[in-house]
């Protein structure tokens, strides 16, 4: 008997609880492994997204991973649970554990397709050596808008067919070791002006349009095999008027499905976000979106929920109204049926049959990360021939105010979760490295810049810049921008910029001379920063 009929025979003895429950991905706070399981056994989740804040070392993760999956097994549906993680590179987990590389950015720049699926089969690995099974990357969206407030050092670039080949490149390192992978965010997040984290976006594009550019990377991991794509909660409107993405037919089953023929699994963006909190009711939004076409809700925790809503409830109401929903049937059980057999179809087939690639050993990993780093690293100007700078004496100074570091370690556990910033990063590998360098403190520098300081004229001053991904805050840019205009009007073709961050904002700069860029935030991509900038090569 094949496994089409199993399942089929399988869901033919499951209650709607039973069938409902498959269908939800959930995140739970901090290490909280009753409720987790509780979720299992009463709830039937088909699985979680993990974070940081569910365990806090790779041992830790081990042991969270199979207790899950044990109490999973034990299910009349014992299909593996999905336990899904952000592991993407500029977005990470378990960071002083793992090794993240310098990111899409970074990569796509690089332009080494197989750097680039060497990096991706790293983070798989290691998060299979721990039993999380799947990857929510890589970002398939095209910087098509530089100033978007949320993709940025996630994508491969604003070039659609860079950005498709690395796509294909991660998706396949991915899939050879026998992790899940998932293409994000779809139909394209790289041409808002705002962060669905915090809002509703709005892309005024035409379908021939998406065709054209944003469509293409998503296309590419098709043919690669993507095991899921990720939808994104934005409005287009000349495709969809009424409905953003994550709940539109148009776009999940017309488009994506049939049109662009994906058959893997369809996975929403949080539902807890506030690009659907804000105009939809938890389970008005799921109920919308598996009409539409999705196999997978996902309710991350991301503690967006208010004082008198806490999050369990808002997870258990959203279950038990598209069980009300189907028992009413506003959504046909039929079609439950349907997404239910293709998902654990999916899950028999693709999670139990699951092979591990000769694991590349710790010294490996770390290594390929910090060439992957290395090799990003542009001296995109040095018009006075400044770089490097060798044993020159030179001061050093950071733009960002030091008070926005605190956003770093996100305590939803989403983002870049890295306890260091990359300037600390760039400052201590300086000192090791031995340069001439004098520090000035963020400060001092202020006072550099109102007149108020002193600067050996004939000492360059080198001005660190730094930009984080961070999901639902930003990090300012433009106050440190303006910093370096205020250095260039007082120490003009002396000044030095070192971007842990895109290039985007060099369009901003045109007096300045000397500029290195990492594309990156990283700890990696700060040592080979401070290494180029006193070495070059």
Avoid at 229 to 246: C, E, Q
Wanted: one cysteine or more; a negative charge.
């Amino acid at each position: 008997m094949n496994s089409s009929r199993k399942v089929e025979q399988l869901i033919a003895t499951l209650s709607i609880e039973e069938k409902v429950g498959q269908l939800f991905i959930l995140a739970f706070s901090g290490q909280d492994i009753s409720y987790a399981k509780e979720l299992i056994k009463h709830y039937h989740v088909g699985g979680f997204y993990i974070t940081d804040d569910n365990a806090h070392s790779l041992a830790d993760a081990k042991k969270l991973s199979h207790s899950l999956q044990q109490q999973a097994a034990l299910r009349s549906c014992d299909a593996p649970l999905i336990l899904a993680v952000d592991q993407e590179g500029a977005w990470g987990i378990l960071t002083q554990e793992t090794d993240l590389g310098p990111g899409n950015l970074a990569l796509g720049k690089a332009n080494n397709v197989a750097q680039t699926k060497q990096m991706y089969a790293v983070f798989a690995q290691q998060m299979q050596e721990i039993g999380y099974n799947t990857l929510l990357s890589p970002c398939a969206d095209i910087n098509a808008d530089p100033d978007n407030p949320i993709i940025g050092q996630r994508s491969f670039g604003e070039d659609t067919t860079t950005v498709s080949n690395h796509v294909v490149a991660a998706v396949s390192g991915v899939l050879e070791t026998g992790n899940l992978t998932c293409a994000k965010h779809f139909p394209g997040h790289g041409d808002t002006a705002t962060d669905s984290h915090r809002t509703l976006p709005k892309v005024d594009k035409t379908l021939a349009q998406l065709n054209a550019q944003d469509l293409q990377p998503f296309a590419a991991a098709i043919a690669a095999d993507v095991s899921m794509i990720m939808t994104a909660h934005i409005n287009y409107p000349l495709i969809d008027p009424n409905y953003p993405a994550t709940l539109s037919t148009t776009l999940l089953t017309d488009i994506l499905k049939k049109q662009m023929g994906f058959n893997g699994l369809i996975i929403t963006d949080s539902m807890n976000m506030w690009a659907m909190r804000h105009y939809y009711t938890p389970s008005e939004a799921a109920i919308l979106s598996l009409k539409a076409g999705a196999h997978l809700i996902m309710l991350s925790e991301e503690h967006y929920e208010n004082e008198t809503t806490p999050y369990k409830q808002i997870q258990q109401e959203t279950i038990q109204g598209v069980i009300k929903a189907v028992k009413s049937g506003e959504l046909p059980e039929q079609q439950i049926d349907q997404t239910l057999k293709h998902l654990l179809c999916f899950k028999y087939e693709k999670l139990e049959t699951r092979h591990l690639i000769t694991p590349l050993t710790k010294s490996q990993c770390t290594e390929i990360s910090a060439n992957a780093a290395k090799s990003a690293i542009t001296i995109i100007r040095n018009q006075h021939q400044l770089i490097p700078l060798g044993s020159q004496h030179f001061t050093l100074a950071c733009a960002a105010d030091p008070k926005g570091y605190d956003k770093l370690v996100n305590s939803r556990g989403i983002g870049p979760n890295d306890p260091y910033s990359a300037s600390s990063v760039v400052i201590e590998q300086l000192k090791q490295l031995n340069a001439n360098v004098e520090l000035l403190s963020f400060e001092h520098f202020l006072e550099l810049l109102n007149g108020k300081g002193q600067l050996n004229n004939a000492a360059p001053l080198v001005i660190l810049t730094e930009d984080y991904p961070l999901p639902g805050e930003d990090f300012d840019q433009q106050s440190q921008t303006e910093r370096i205009k205020q250095a260039l009007e007082l120490f003009g073709d002396n000044v030095i910029v070192l971007a842990l961050r895109s290039d985007y904002h060099l369009a901003q700069l045109p007096e300045l001379s000397s500029y290195i860029c990492s594309y990156s935030s990283r700890k990696e991509s700060a040592k080979a920063l401070a290494y180029t900038l006193l070495n070059a090569n």
